[in-house]
């Protein structure tokens, strides 16, 4: 098992371009979660999916598209990125919803807006 | 506002002595905490977990204390070792937040040989 996959690992974007961080799982977890990562600020949620074709908001979801349309992918889209959008981006799953379901991360996304 | 909060940025300890890092969360409907370990280019992973009916858990070389009344948790690690450096994030969650954890801002752990 590859776990959970993230391409790519370092980008650098201009203000107002787009662009689609990618996470894949073969665990065939139903859980799918985007994170965040700030100095000072932890891992904050920006979107997760409870299976394919759900998807909801997260603590800091403006700024973020995902969608859910298989079981193993889970994107998330930046439409217009912003500096403020410049951070680690990690993505999860876990196999079921219930609180003592271990989430296992991807290595991460380091992406920089300028 | 942070919910979740490791007030010590970064800890050195000698190999074989005890490490302790602490974590305090402000809201006491949390009933569900966690503690990840992140190496750097990696993902955090898991480490151990507690459950808020518990006031410890342990698991080898590392043990969870939870103090609910004053909103407290910690981690223990004996002994330490080199392979320990890493940043730990404690972590929390209940029901009622939809299953989201709200993490801490890490705690950079370094083992001196």
């Known amino acids: 098992n590859a776990g959970v996959t993230q391409t790519p690992k370092f980008q650098v974007l201009k203000t107002g371009q787009s662009m689609t961080l990618q996470c894949a799982q073969d665990?065939?977890?139903?859980?799918m979660s985007w994170y965040r990562q700030d100095p000072g600020m932890g891992l904050r949620l920006i979107h997760y999916?409870?299976?394919?074709?759900?998807?909801d908001q997260g603590e800091v979801p403006n700024g973020y598209n995902v969608s859910r349309s298989t079981t193993e992918d889970f994107p998330l889209r930046l439409l217009s990125a912003a500096p403020s959008q410049t951070s680690v981006y990690f993505c999860?799953?876990?196999?079921?919803?219930?609180?003592?379901?271990?989430?296992?991360f991807g290595p991460g996304t380091r992406l920089l807006v300028l | 506002d942070q919910q979740v909060k490791q007030n010590s940025p970064s800890l050195s300890v000698q190999e074989g002595r005890i490490s302790i890092l602490n974590c305090d969360y402000t809201?006491?409907?949390?009933?569900?905490f966690l503690w990840y370990k992140k190496y750097p280019a990696e993902g955090p992973t898991f480490l151990i977990s507690?459950?808020?009916?518990?006031d410890k858990n342990e698991d080898g070389r590392f043990t969870v204390f939870l103090n609910k009344s004053a909103k407290h948790l910690s981690l223990h690690i004996v002994p330490s070792q080199p392979g320990d450096s890493a940043v730990y994030f404690c972590?929390?969650?209940?029901?009622?937040?939809?299953?989201?954890?709200?993490f801490g801002t890490g705690t950079s752990l370094t083992v001196i040989p």
């Open positions: 665990m065939n977890h139903e859980y």
């Open positions: 809201n006491s409907m949390f009933d569900y």
């Open positions: 999860a799953s876990s196999s079921g919803l219930a609180l003592q379901e271990t989430q296992y």
């Open positions: 999916s409870v299976g394919a074709g759900i998807t």
């Open positions: 507690i459950s808020s009916i518990k």
């Open positions: 972590a929390a969650s209940a029901e009622w937040t939809g299953n989201q954890f709200y």
